[in-house]
């Protein structure tokens, strides 16, 4: 061995005692845990360690863009900004030994919005950005933790974040990218005057499975995609007509900053498998279902026709096991739960609307209009894979005969209506809160006087009652009678202040099971021993809370996060306060379904309790977190509401 | 492979590359009267066969950097050293260096020589550091004829001048790391004995610096009328 090699050698093993040493450290903990050797060992060569002393600050908003990851090696670190409601600050969280900060500021290439401090002397490993921005780009699990949302969380910020991350950090699959990055190529145009057959030969050529018709100003005028060519081909149709006879007019499009969701969502809406891309009038693009979802094997907008075309209710229940393999494989592929909330309700309002439309075939139209209303978190747009039936019936009526004699006909369709959704799936509401119910097949009239009745007097049952009712939603038929329907309702609550109080007090009930000393609070005895509930514990103070100040502020939504998000708007709530909640919420939600989809899998009964010890490490502190959020939102109303 | 050698007296056979670099070594200049935060300082630990000053050898080197107030875990010093005919004895215990490792280890000049330009003309900072300097001005004398000019910094008497309500005036290594909740990844390992003491000395700067003791040249002020009245008062 020459002395140099035997230098480099020796160097090496020098830097690996205290490198190695890092490393076994930060094995402990969440990514790094997961990351490969070679990168760990990257990372902590690359690292300084820093010391803090008590009080110390470590990062603050004025200190510019963030331009270290730091992971705290010893010691605790708290998050403070200026309190929204008394003066001075408060901490919105901790971070202790293993844990990692700020990376949703490191990722947005911005100033932390938090000042962290050493809330004890601490010392900090410090990756530089170049080094930490190679890393990302090397390791999966690295990049997955950093966009996972566990720093936006923390750091409350919003989610446009992971887009701006993935153009910067390089190109990532995820539901939230942009259109205009996925499609690549320039689109494939011509014309309104070329001959069929040259149009299709042109698709040919390029081997695209559309051709968008434009105008001189690149306009689009028309698509004409394969589907179309089939059906051509199949009437015998001229090969020299000119193709704007023949194309589809006026295509759907979206801007190119519109994200893959958005445009998954116009597809499954819409029965359509291409969206155009227009800036400023002009075709810049095209977005195929392929392009979308090309590594799915459940593919959305498929299921989607297949839903709402379905010839026999038994069709309807054997593509539930479909819905549910697209829910895995959208959690797979890092879909957030908001999204797969939202998916999970188009389909099941595909769903009911074809099961009421084949019972009408079934058993008879009586030619009678009416609204299927959805309520609870059918009504809020916030299914899970596990629902439960929450249903009823508006229709007009004169008056109370008329309303009697309408009602006697629509319960048989609608009991047979509610036993047809079960066998798709849709549990039968223990407390009987469906159509096929005489109480809730009622006339508008009728349900405007129920709702009143709610407000006017609120006894335990009807405060109940209106965290059900009042968050509803019409599926099928007119909605012009719900939207009366809940404009009245607004305005009643709006001028009821004993109500909202009553409501406030309701929402307090449920307390978020975090304990004083940074822990979780779990179920003492019982079956439930050491476990704790996600739904009620959890979700329920947001959408609680949600709901009063959104009917408080005469706001029209029913969806949680759009309520929240009305109420940024309004000024009712402070923006950062709402992202933080909306991302707890989000978490929460999360964390339930990733539950019910093994369950699901392993065949066991739904259930929304979980044991905190069988989390790991960074979901149960996110968990934590989260409920810190929901104790947040409960003492602002605690204080609102002078409880 | 062709190598001019040669002895003179008590000199230390030298290859010429070897005199190269060691005339190449850094002239230490006097202490830097900047801010803490701003030096570069050598935070270095020595295994050595046993604790005779005279007798005793340098066994392995470890050092780690604190630059701009950090500790950057990219440079760092780590080598053992070849002894002829070296044995285990009572101390390999507590370094646990074997002696096949020592054998193995790389030849002292040559270590020596990448040590110093390691470490430049930064000032030097250790536990108990009167006994490093003398281990190293010996080994360095002997095995390159080199005198060691290089200030060194006692952390194990800066940390009860900044720290005096610890109540450790005589404390070890272990004393104040237990003191400050640090963990050692492998105490008695030249290289994690180092980066311990580092951290202390990030630690007690912290505190010097709360303490308007801001640079070298002040602290060393310090360090001497504590040293000068501790020898009034015996």
Sequence with gaps: MSSADAIAQAGKTAVLQNIHGTMAFLQKFPPFNQMDTAHLAYLVENCQLRFYGEGETIIKPTDGPVEHFYIVKQGRVHGERPHSARRGTETTFEI?????????????????????????????????????????????????????????????????????????????????????????RTPISCSPDMPLRDAVKLMHEQQVGSIVIVDPKLKPLGIFTLRDLRRVVADGVDLAQPIDCLMTQSPF???????????????????????????????????SERDL??????????????????????????????????????LAHGASSTQITQLITLLNDHTVSRVIELTLEDLGDPNIPFTWLVFGSEGRSEQTLHTDQDNGILFEAADAAEAAAIRSRLLPLAQEINQRLAQCGFTLCKGNIMAGNPELCLSRHEWSRR????????????????????DLRAVWGATKGCDHL??????????????????AENALRQRPPVGMFRDFVVARSGAEKDTLDLKVQGLTPFVDGARLLALAHGVNACNTLERLRALIQQGVIEAQDGAA??????????????????????????????????????????????????????????????? | MSKFTWFTGQRPALTQAQLTRRQALAETSCLNDGPLNEQRLVVLDLETSGLNMRRDQVLSIGAVVIDQGAIDLGQQFECTLLREGHQASASTLIHGIAPSE?????????????????????????????????????????????????????VAEIAPLVCPKAKLPHAGLDDWTQHFGLQVQQRHHASADALVTAELALILFSK???????????????????????????
């Design chain 1, 96 to 184: 202790t030994s293993g844990e990692c900060f700020p990376l949703a500021a490191l990722i947005g290439e911005r100033a932390t919005r938090t000042e962290h401090l050493a809330a004890e002397d601490t010392f900090c490993l410090l990756l530089n950005k170049p080094a930490f921005i190679k890393l990302f780009s090397l390791s999966n699990p690295l990049r997955d933790f950093a966009l996972r949302g566990v720093s936006s969380l923390l750091d409350q910020v919003n989610q446009q974040v992971q887009m701006r991350a993935v153009e910067t950090l390089g190109a990532q699959y995820s539901l939230d990218t942009r259109l205009g990055q996925l499609a690549m």
């Design chain 1, 253 to 287: 499009d979206l801007p190119p900053d519109a994200s893959a969701f958005d445009a998954a969502m116009a597809m499954t809406e819409r029965h359509i498998a291409h969206v155009c891309l227009v800036e400023r009038g002009q075709l810049c693009g095209v977005i």
């Design chain 1, 293 to 330: 979802f090309s590594l799915q094997r459940v593919d959305l907008v498929h299921l989607a026709r297949t839903i709402r075309h379905a010839g026999r209710v038994e069709t309807l229940a054997a593509l539930r096991s479909d819905v549910r393999q697209l829910v895995d494989s959208m």
């Design chain 1, 451 to 470: 709702f009143s009745s709610f407000v006017q007097e609120a006894t335990p049952e009807n405060l109940l009652a209106s965290s059900i009712y009042f």
């Design chain 1, 486 to 503: 809940r404009e009245g309702l607004l305005q009643q609550v709006a001028g009821n202040s004993l109500f909202q109080r009553m409501l």
């Design chain 1, 581 to 643: 909640y909306e991302e707890a919420y989000h978490y929460i939600q999360q964390a339930r379904m990733q539950q019910h989809q093994l369950q699901a899998r392993d065949g066991l009964p739904y259930s929304n309790r979980v044991d905190p010890d069988h989390l790991n490490h960074l979901d149960r502190r996110i968990l934590r977190e989260s409920f810190r959020q929901a104790q947040r939102l409960q003492s602002s109303l605690a204080q609102r509401y002078q409880l």
């Design chain 2, 102 to 154: 020592i054998a193995n280890g790389e030849e002292p000049a040559e270590a020596l020589l990448s040590f110093m330009e390691f470490v430049g003309d930064s000032p030097l900072l250790a536990f108990h550091a009167e006994f490093d300097q003398r281990m190293l001005a010996r080994a360095l004398k002997q095995s390159l004829g080199y005198r060691l000019q290089h200030a060194f910094f006692d």
């Design chain 2, 208 to 234: 010097a610096r709360q303490q308007r003791l801001d640079n070298l040249p002040a602290l060393l002020q310090q360090l001497n009328s504590r040293r000068r009245q501790r020898a009034h008062s015996m």
